[in-house]
């Protein structure tokens, strides 16, 4: 891996420096088990999907919330898959992937980032490859203890999501990876992150529903709407990101 350049950049006419900071979001994020061979269909041909279980992988379903942050305040969907670098070592099947996914250590991918600021757009695509889009994105906290996020695009609902909210756990300060694609090129981002006002459950009682949109057929390829494996619940996360370094 290339040693990633710091150089500012002009986005927008705006100086964007590295590490780029979160200060304040926060996050409702559901885990799905789904058919590594459809997820393979969408992450590309450099990556290959990690499998958690026999032909089977996870797909996190992300609402980023962001609050204080130096990209801006905007929504944001994240969509991602685990992913490895085609033909590198896969270790011990399964168990692997769940102990690396715990550590930080396995690299995530996303298929689909929409936000609904046209700042954070420009900047996420130019500075990492991210596949990111300005979409409408609601996010509603009006019901005690819920949290729902609505995300539509050329005008059709993608999906619509319900799912708990609150929790007093913490995470500590912790490193993770993501793989995306500048230019056709197949790049690594690393970044920290740390979280409160965190709650994490087994299932948990999620609401998800589909639209008409073609992103809503694929989720139905991947088995969506389901009930998920993992809820996760971040009320405040902070996170550092650095600039992204070719594979």
Sequence with gaps: MSAPAAAP???QGRTVTFPVEVRDASAAIS??????RVAQRLVG??????DFLPGRTLFMLGCIDYKDNDL?????VAMNFFVRMKGAARGVPYLGAWTAMVRGALPSYSWK???NQSFTRDAGAILWGFPKTIERIDFDYGREGRFRGL??????????????????????????????????????TSFTQHATQLGVSLGGSVEISLGRHPIADDLR???????????????????????????
């Design 113 to 115: 980032m929409p936000v």
């Design 151 to 188: 995300l539509e695009m050329d005008g059709e609902k993608v999906f619509e999501i319900d799912m708990p909210r609150g929790g007093n756990r913490s995470q500590p300060p912790g490193s993770a990876v993501a793989y995306s694609y500048i230019d056709g090129v197949p790049h690594s």
């Design 31 to 36: 885990a799905f088990v789904v058919p590594s």
């Design 9 to 11: 950049r002009e986005i």
């Design 72 to 76: 801006g305040d905007y929504n944001e």
């Design 45 to 50: 041909d450099a990556f290959e999907i990690v």
């Design 221 to 247: 390829a991947l088995g969506l709407p389901k009930n998920p494996v993992a809820t996760t619940w971040a009320g405040k996360m902070e996170m550092r990101f650095d600039p992204p370094a070719v594979l």
